[in-house]
């Protein structure tokens, strides 16, 4: 296709001389993003059949910066007074960019609360925890003041003493091992990101011939001995590239 007109617009908005467009085709489609060109070249062919198409897609400025542009096209070709298609375009990298930072902070919410839920689990089996110690503290002392001391039962009481405050200081260090060390951190990516392995096993699994599942039922083998001795070992590829996945997404957060 070729441009019959060109607004002045067009420059201060990409950034490009009006006549660039019109003197060459094939500008326009060279400063596509590279992953946009074939959906957007797809889409201006599908115009043909539709009166009206709104698109997205990055756009090289002239500052050799990318911007996202939304254009919108009225397919006039059976106009007699135009015999074109008419483009509107407009600048929308601000929105586009609002969107992900929107996107980035409900994924960090998602985050925190999972891991406030995490804190509320442990907190809880810390306070439950820390109620049976206090008893337990509260009776050994009673039971070493009420005791004399050349009583053997008053070492057993100091041993218990000892030991339920040993148990009592125990409670805080796993509580903040499991929510502000950097094991916490590994722990809430790796469990929000396993998803990621459920297409790559999917595929392995659909490239199982159900001959051999046949064959294995009918040796006799049970469901577990079918899906332990045929399908797992036939979708290590597929288990083996998902993990990758999910290493690869978490140590690059995490690092």
């Known amino acids: 296709f070729a441009f019959t007109f060109v607004s002045d617009n067009v420059t201060r908005q990409l950034g490009h ?58 397919n006039l070709l059976d106009e007699p007074s135009v015999r074109a298609v008419v483009g509107n375009l407009r600048d929308i990298s601000e929105r586009k960019q609002a969107e992900a930072e929107r996107a980035r902070l409900e994924q960090r919410l998602r985050q925190a609360e999972k891991m406030e839920a995490v804190g509320r689990l442990a907190g809880g089996i810390a306070h439950d925890f820390n109620n049976l110690l206090g008893g337990i503290l509260g009776y050994a002392d009673m039971l070493a003041e009420n005791v004399p001391a050349e009583s053997p039962l008053r070492r057993y009481a100091d041993n218990v003493l000892t030991g339920a405050n040993r148990a009592s200081g125990l409670v805080d260090q796993p509580l903040d091992w499991l929510l502000f060390s950097d094991f916490a951190v590994v722990l809430a990516y790796v469990h929000l990101y396993p998803l990621f392995m459920v297409v790559p096993i999917f595929n392995s699994m659909m490239r199982i011939d159900p001959a051999l599942i046949e064959a294995a039922r009918d040796a006799g083998a049970g469901f577990w001995r079918t899906v332990l001795a045929v399908i797992v070992p036939l979708s290590k590829t597929g288990i083996g590239i998902g993990t990758i996945f999910v290493v690869t997404l978490v140590m690059g957060d995490f690092i």
């Open 17 to 74: 001389e009006v006549h660039r467009f019109a003197e060459d085709p094939g500008f326009w489609a060279a400063q596509l993003h590279p992953e946009d060109a074939a959906l957007t070249r797809a889409e201006l062919g599908r115009l043909v059949d539709q009166e009206h198409q709104s698109h997205e897609y990055r756009f090289r400025h002239g500052d050799g910066s990318y911007r996202w542009i939304e254009l919108t096209r009225e």
